[in-house]
């Protein structure tokens, strides 16, 4: 399917386990974000990346680890879930050519609730 | 403060009433990206802009760069506006390509 998948998008875990959340895109945008949803929060940025082997932490990047192996994958990881990591995970794509600001239009996934019990 | 601040944070609205709501921001910016959200579900673009207005269908979107301010507007409004909507803007100077959000419009439109 063309466009921006999660998945899974429903997750109960417990504290202390590693969970990886997928993200994938068919447009072959360089950057892709990770952001979490919480209620008084809003979205907040949780990492991103702006080409295949580059990341850069965002504003809440404490317990979470992210790699990007492939342009059209940007997995999230939660190396031991915590009650806090308590969530909805959105995942975003952009093209973000230098100088078009139409090229900076994020595009978000579907979201991945995710519940550490 | 929040660099990017929204009003009102809650709307309640009767069907067919014309809508606004307000985006203002404090950094340098290269557009201005609004967001709609309905409950429980995923996060949508409805416009991005850089300058001037747009519109699509019964959405209307201004930004005012020297005055650091954009609004959206909905006309004819209808239960099924009913969503947040997001505002969030890029810093001007940066080419990162992160957003930086404002904290949301909760609009509920009543039959």
């Known amino acids: 399917d063309a466009g921006i998948t999660q998945s899974p998008r429903y997750k109960i875990t417990e504290t202390g386990r590693q969970v990886t959340l997928m993200c994938h895109q068919t447009?072959?945008?360089?950057?892709m974000f990770w952001y979490r949803q919480d209620l008084g929060h809003g979205l907040r940025l949780i990492y991103y990346?702006?080409?295949?082997?580059?990341?850069d932490k965002g504003e809440v990047p404490d317990g979470y680890v992210v790699s990007r192996s492939k342009t059209e994958n940007f997995p999230l990881t939660l190396e031991s879930a915590t009650r806090s990591q308590t969530s909805v995970y959105f995942c975003?794509?952009?093209?973000?050519?230098?100088?078009?600001?139409?090229?900076?239009?994020?595009?978000f996934g579907p979201g991945t609730r995710l519940t550490v019990t | 403060k929040n660099e990017v601040e929204q009003s009102p944070q809650n709307l309640t609205a009767q069907e067919g009433e014309f809508i606004t709501i307000n985006c203002s921001y404090s950094?340098?910016?290269?557009?201005l990206h609004w967001l709609q959200q309905h409950p429980g579900g995923g996060i949508v673009s409805l416009f991005m802009?850089?300058?001037g207005k747009k519109k699509h269908g019964r959405l209307i979107a201004t930004i005012n760069i020297q005055e650091k301010h954009s609004s959206l507007h909905i006309t004819a409004s209808h239960p099924r506006d009913s969503a947040v909507y997001i505002c969030?803007?890029?810093?001007?100077?940066?080419?990162?390509?992160?957003?930086?959000f404002g904290q949301g419009t909760t609009l509920q439109v009543k039959p």
């Open positions: 447009w072959s945008h360089s950057y």
């Open positions: 969030a803007v890029w810093g001007g100077s940066s080419n990162t390509g992160k957003l930086i």
């Open positions: 975003a794509s952009s093209e973000v050519k230098l100088g078009l600001a139409s090229s900076y239009e994020q595009y």
């Open positions: 950094v340098g910016i290269s557009a």
């Open positions: 802009l850089s300058s």
């Open positions: 990346s702006a080409a295949a082997d580059i990341t």
